[in-house]
């Protein structure tokens, strides 16, 4: 296999842990390995999941993570049609039910002063760690680690499907 999924969660939120369990289990991909955290953090934030998204990348033995937040889902092709642009980048994402934001191709410049990209993407294994991992601090993890990965030369590329659900759980683990 060629990817890992991972999850950070929060033990109260083993409910939705389960749903997107379901999601993962049910890729056309076929089976992949799957990390997950489960720790109730002192503080809730971005550098809580920065943290532990970064203890998870530590496991990661395969090429490639996809990022699978607890409250969200994968539609059953998502790792399918993300492994088709693996060759051709080192983040690969989608558009997504739900995501406030608004998405559109790769932009660098747009990136500077636009969160556009959600943070569930696949990302290469050896990118992310060439970056130092997920950037500690109190700013959106996620938005920092592109501008990062732009900044090194990493290569992104938008699937402009809908291939994944955002769900809005009660306690979200950053606020």
């Known amino acids: 296999m060629r990817v890992t999924a991972v999850t950070v969660s929060i033990p109260e ?84 039910r739900g995501y406030q934001h608004a998405f559109g191709p790769f932009d660098p410049e747009r ?17 992310l760690r060439a970056v130092g991992g997920y950037p500690v601090s109190d700013i959106v993890e996620d938005w920092q680690l592109w501008k990062i990965m732009v900044a090194a030369g990493c290569r992104f590329v938008c699937v402009p499907e809908v291939l994944r659900t955002h769900g809005r759980a009660e306690r979200n683990i950053t606020n």
């Open 13 to 96: 939120r083993h409910e939705r842990l389960e749903i997107a369990g379901a999601s993962l289990r049910a890729q056309t991909y076929g089976s992949v390995p799957w990390l997950v955290r489960v720790e109730q953090p002192d503080v809730f934030g971005v550098a809580h999941v920065a943290r532990q998204r970064n203890a998870l990348l530590k496991s990661v033995e395969t090429e490639w993570i996809a990022v699978l937040d607890d409250d969200d889902t994968f539609d059953p092709n998502y790792l399918e049609v993300m492994a088709q642009h693996f060759d051709e980048a080192d983040v690969v994402y989608s558009y997504c």
């Open 111 to 127: 990136l500077q002063t636009e969160n556009y990209i959600d943070g569930e993407a696949c990302i290469r294994t050896e990118a």
